[in-house]
């Protein structure tokens, strides 16, 4: 059996900026572990660290201080390039602001994770059908991102993420910009993907959808709160 | 990332942006042009000069007063020459005779003169000669006959200066009168040479057209000055590969009479190599014009890039959070500028082939298209925008996922 169900442990995570003379502290000793198949949402006013904390955790910053493990790897001293490794194979990434490239098509856009891995053009076309279908965007696969709702954006990100079938899943905001029918529809799609047992990471203002999540952290000033199932 | 999944991306990226892919390669073609077009005039010129003197006699020595070499900063006799031109005479004529391997020495000097004709003035050049040393003149006259070592007051005259001077033809029995300075002579036209072979260059009343002969005598009387020198001597060898060496003789024997007097032997080879040199410094002059134009190309690509690289720099961001290597992106936005080299290039070469085509058939200059050009213009133009493309892709590669995430 595999005994990795701690996918992400964090012990006493600093995080601080140096913004000319000054030094702001933003985490200040942050300690958490998750295991394999929670779905967390991260709440706190603007400034409590979130943000910061998210992006630690999505592997996109290091923190200054303290042990980071992802999937029982050290993350906090390696190198750029394995950073980017992990962020193309073992997370997937959702944006308040969908954050689709638009350029390209709605399929290549999901189709990207799978050509940064190198993945072939007939599988890589194949499973991006298959997950566009899944949020029922099929119908939108050569449009460009521009020409579609916020709704329909977001679950093409909500694809997206999906394409390089990873283990967890960071959302920043995921709701922040669609209506309310819209946000019930890509919770109801994340509750699916966490029934599925992915582990999923959110950030959120919003107090009623995290009714789906199994647990509640909070941040303030920096510190985990209160950190309820 | 692989790189057709790059170069679909460059592709999707240029069809987006039409219009400002355009004027970006624009430069570059018209460097690449103008590289490809000022590379053929010159080679052109180069081997329509070549083609012109490569027929010229290679066992002629010409032996002249002063420096004969073309100047130029690289010219080795340049500034050792303060002394005065050397004056030759029959003595001369007699040491260049004596020298082993010579086969004929003719001596030779020039005038400018006013040619008088039935009321009519028009200036030529005259050559005084010494009728027994021009064997090859004897061939070349096409009617009466060329001067004999008698003659005193006849003249032998170019085809031009029988058919294109004068209203009139000149023919063999006709007068005219020649005017040096404030002085005259009259002269019997005894013979007619024939029309010198075309050249691109000078055609129909070139210089060697428009010329006379008289004797060494009627110069002398013409020019009325105390002392009579000769001009040049025209130097035949036996064996034409053993031109330099003669060189060396005729100069060492000379210095007997003409120490501290400055003279040249030199070879048609000796000039054309010169002339070959100057003809090759204008043809990449005229390539560093274009390569100027390539190179204003160049920063307005870099240019271009840069506002590529601002404009997606949110999905440079999205690309780094997704996973993308800093290599990725470097390879990415350098192959864009690559890429938009490639092309504009080989379009800059189809046009400056044309162009050069057009001036060849059309403006009658000559204009050659080598191999050597089109690699050249094709090089030029991917190396310099590649490395206009160095500096937007490593901006790109390193930024900041989360800033450029933040970025509007």
Not at chain 2, 224 to 245: I, L, R
Not at chain 2, 346 to 363: D, F, M, P, R
């Amino acid at each position: 059996m595999n005994v990795i169900s701690k996918v992400i442990e964090l012990k006493d995570i600093h995080k601080s900026y140096r913004i000319g003379d000054s030094e702001f502290t933003v985490l200040k000793g942050i300690d958490l572990q998750i295991e394999e198949g929670e779905f967390i949402a991260l709440m706190g006013p603007s400034g409590s660290g979130k943000s910061t904390l998210l992006n630690i955790v999505g592997c996109l910053d290091r923190p200054t201080s303290g042990q980071f493990l992802l999937l029982g790897q050290e993350i906090s001293q390696t190198s750029d390039d394995e950073l980017a490794r992990v962020r193309r194979e073992e997370l997937g990434f959702i944006f308040q602001t969908f954050n689709l490239i638009g350029r390209i098509s709605v399929l290549k856009n999901v189709e990207v994770p799978m050509m940064l891995s190198g993945v072939t053009r007939e599988k890589r076309k194949e499973r991006a059908l298959k997950l566009l279908e899944s949020v029922g965007i099929a119908h939108r696969i050569n449009f460009s991102p521009q020409n579609i709702s916020g709704g329909e954006r977001q679950r093409v990100a909500i694809a997206r993420a999906l394409a390089n079938n990873p283990k967890i899943i960071i959302a920043d905001e995921p709701t922040g910009n669609l209506d309310l029918k819209n946000s019930n529809e890509v919770m109801k799609i994340l509750s699916n993907l966490y029934k599925e047992g992915r582990t999923i990471i959110m950030v959120t203002h919003n107090p009623e959808i995290t009714e789906n999540c199994s647990r509640v952290i909070r941040l303030r000033d920096g510190r985990i709160l209160e950190n309820a199932s | 990332m692989n790189l057709p999944d790059i170069l679909e991306f460059i592709a999707v990226g240029f069809k987006a942006d039409r219009f400002k892919t355009l004027m970006s390669s624009l430069g570059i073609i018209i460097g690449v042009m103008a590289i490809v077009v000022m590379l053929s005039v010159g080679e052109g010129l180069y081997s329509g000069v070549s083609s012109q003197f490569s027929s010229l006699d290679l066992d002629m020595i010409q032996v002249m007063p002063g420096s004969a070499h073309f100047g130029g900063p690289g010219s080795e006799n340049a500034n050792r020459n303060p002394a005065e031109p050397a004056k030759f005479t029959d003595k001369d004529t007699k040491v260049l005779e004596n020298v082993v391997g010579v086969k004929n020495v003719a001596p030779r000097s020039s005038a400018n003169v006013v040619v008088a004709f039935r009321n009519t003035n028009s200036s030529a050049s005259l050559t005084g000669v010494d009728p027994d040393k021009e064997e090859d003149l004897k061939d070349e006259v096409a009617q009466g006959r060329f001067l004999t070592g008698s003659d005193y007051k006849s003249i032998v005259i170019g085809d031009g200066v029988s058919n294109d001077l004068f209203r009139m033809r000149i023919t063999p029995g006709n007068k005219i009168r020649l005017y040096y300075e404030d002085r005259y002579m009259d002269f019997k036209v005894v013979g007619v040479m024939e029309e010198a072979e075309q050249t691109s260059f000078g055609g129909p009343g070139s210089d060697e057209d428009n010329l006379m002969y008289i004797t060494h005598k009627a110069m002398e009387e013409l020019k009325g000055e105390d002392n009579y020198y000769y001009g040049n001597f025209q130097v035949t060898v036996y064996d034409p590969e053993q031109v330099d060496s003669i060189i060396e003789k005729i100069k060492n024997d000379l210095k007997r009479y003409h120490k501290d007097e400055a003279y040249d032997a030199t070879t048609a080879r000796d000039m054309l190599s010169s002339l070959m040199s100057v003809l090759s410094m204008i043809k990449y002059a005229l390539a560093g014009i274009g390569a100027i134009s390539l190179l204003v190309g160049g920063i307005g690509i870099a240019n271009v890039m840069m506002l590529t690289v601002k404009e997606r720099i949110r999905e440079i961001g999205v690309m780094k959070a997704l996973g993308a290597t800093t290599r990725d992106i470097r390879m990415q936005y350098l192959l864009e500028a690559g890429v938009l080299g490639m092309v504009s290039s080989v379009i800059g070469i189809v046009l400056g082939v044309t162009v050069s085509y057009l001036i060849g058939s059309l403006a009658s200059l000559p204009s050659a298209i080598t191999y050597q050009s089109l690699v050249l213009g094709v090089l030029f133009g991917v190396v310099t925008t590649t490395i206009a493309g160095v500096y937007p892709a490593n901006r790109a590669a390193k930024l900041d996922p989360i800033e450029a995430l933040r970025a509007e």
